[in-house]
């Protein structure tokens, strides 16, 4: 069964940059897609990106197209968000999860969140 733990979250400016770091352990990541989702305080969780298992397809919400982009390094058994420009409205709880496919409604696994929070 996977397990997934995200990493690299923190405080930062508007106009920063962070990347988080979704580590997978148990079984290798080429099986899965990974999307990447946040949560804001009083809001519905929402999907942010996703990479397909092949890397031939990636994804992006709209409010974060130019400004973040999602990799992944298999020998690692990691995928990454990369966030540049952030701005407040980027703050929230970032979550990574395993699905068969981008869009899939079933997840295999989610890691525990990783806090973001974009504040002068």
């Known amino acids: 069964q996977v397990q997934l733990v995200e990493s690299g979250g923190g405080l930062v400016r508007p106009g920063g940059s962070l990347r988080l770091s979704c580590a997978a352990s148990?079984?290798?990541?080429?099986?899965?897609?990974i999307g990447w989702f946040r949560q804001a305080p009083g809001k519905e969780r929402e999907g942010v990106s996703c990479i397909s298992k092949s890397d031939k397809s990636t994804y992006y919400e709209d409010s974060v197209k130019g400004r973040f982009t999602i990799s992944r390094d298999n020998a690692k058994n990691t995928v990454y968000l990369q966030m540049n420009n952030l701005k407040p409205e980027d703050t929230a709880v970032y979550y990574c999860?395993?699905?068969?496919?981008?869009?899939?409604?079933?997840?295999?696994?989610w890691g525990q969140g990783t806090q973001v929070t974009v504040s002068s």
């Open positions: 999860a395993a699905e068969m496919e981008c869009g899939s409604p079933v997840y295999d696994a």
């Open positions: 148990g079984v290798s990541l080429d099986y899965y897609a």
